[in-house]
């Protein structure tokens, strides 16, 4: 059975910086694609970031683009999402996504497999 567990998240004020991260078990397939989902209430799920887990290549929102930063560390399983310079229309719930197998990186979050609970994300003006 596939787990996501994210931890990271929380309250700043706007330009300040977060982080969230995502710890993937229980998977077989070695490639696997991992992104980052926010929705905000009242809010369409919206793709933020995702990563191609054997390649590298990533994927980023027009609106995060120069702001947030999707890493990983294959040792450990786990996708960071380092936040920067952040404004309030970023808060919002942040989920964790896997696709596996996957072999297009896409931001679409109906291609996603597994999800994560989500950890909230608020930033105050």
């Known amino acids: 059975q596939v787990q996501l567990v994210e931890s990271g998240g929380g309250s700043v004020q706007a330009g300040g910086s977060l982080s969230v991260s995502c710890a993937a078990s229980g998977y077989t397939y070695s490639t696997k694609c991992m992104g980052w989902f926010r929705q905000a209430p009242g809010k369409e799920r919206e793709g933020v970031a995702a990563?191609?887990?054997?390649?590298?290549?990533?994927y980023y929102a027009d609106s995060v683009k120069g702001r947030f930063t999707i890493s990983q560390d294959n040792a450990k399983n786990t996708v960071y999402l380092q936040m920067n310079s952040l404004k309030p229309e970023d808060t919002a719930m942040y989920y964790c996504a896997a696709e596996i197998p996957c072999i297009v990186l896409t931001p679409y979050a109906d291609r996603y497999n597994y999800w994560g609970q989500g950890t909230q994300v608020t930033v105050s003006s």
């Open positions: 990563i191609y887990t054997r390649g590298g290549s990533t």
